[in-house]
T-cell receptor
Framework: GDSVTQMEGPVTLSEEAFLTINCTYT??????LFWYVQYPGEGLQLLLK?????DKGSNKGFEATYRKETTSFHLEKGSVQVSDSAVYFC?????????????FGKGTHLIIQP | DSGVTQTPKHLITATGQRVTLRCSPR?????VYWYQQSLDQGLQFLIQ???????AKGNILERFSAQQFPDLHSELNLSSLELGDSALYFC????????????FGPGTRLTVT
């Protein structure tokens, strides 16, 4: 079945550092890929998405590129802020037949220190 | 604010009991999804409804059931509750099917004692 693997952390960085959170996936079809962010005590917020190979999703300074050849969707940000501290989830939707419940990775806890 | 609402925010109940969680999707969204988030299992897809019809099942236990009503709100029913059912339950909605982005509600925290 489908699966998503991501580094679990916690990942601790200093403010203004470069961020990479790795995500790789296994899927039978041609999935759509997503990054969601969860702040403490809140629900999940969609951060960015990509629906086909070589698409780049971007939002709020975060970027991720859909790499079919390496089955990866790594999240990057050039300069992180304390407010970026949260848990980040990589997810896929393998929507053959219109059934598209998301498959999530285990989440990466990101801590940004001032 | 995603536009997806869930009630109640917190629920505490005893083992063996039955509870109902409610979700209202974003205006115009036809698909509703239910997810369970727990420390040991992570985030798991339970079930999807599209325009009133069940579309897909994930890791949903037989003790759990759901439905989507004509006004598109959805309810998740959990029965014969066990301690291990304690978790955060999220509802999400999307405009349709086929890889559209899903918008999540704030969740219902269920504690079974």
């Amino acid at each position: 079945g489908d699966s998503v693997t991501q580094m679990e952390g916690p990942v601790t960085l200093s403010e203004e550092a470069f961020l990479t959170i790795n995500c790789t996936y296994t899927a039978t079809g041609y999935p759509s890929l997503f990054w969601y962010v969860q702040y403490p005590g809140e629900g999940l917020q969609l951060l960015l998405k990509a629906t086909k190979a070589d698409d780049k999703g971007s939002n709020k300074g975060f970027e991720a590129t859909y790499r079919k050849e390496t089955t990866s969707f790594h999240l990057e940000k050039g300069s992180v802020q304390v407010s970026d501290s949260a848990v980040y989830f990589c997810a896929l939707s393998d929507s053959g037949g219109g059934a598209d419940g998301l498959t999530f990775g285990k989440g990466t806890h990101l801590i940004i220190q001032p | 604010d995603s536009g997806v609402t869930q009630t109640p925010k917190h629920l505490i109940t005893a083992t063996g009991q039955r509870v109902t969680l409610r979700c209202s999707p974003r205006s115009g969204d036809l698909s509703v999804y239910w997810y369970q988030q727990s420390l040991d299992q992570g985030l798991q897809f339970l079930i999807q409804y599209y325009n009133g019809e069940e579309r897909a099942k994930g890791n949903i236990l037989e003790r759990f059931s759901a439905q989507q009503f004509p006004d598109l709100h959805s309810e998740l029913n959990l029965s014969s509750l066990e301690l291990g059912d304690s978790a955060l339950y999220f509802c999400a909605s999307s405009v349709g099917t086929g890889g559209h982005e899903q918008y999540f509600g704030p969740g219902t925290r269920l504690t079974v004692t």
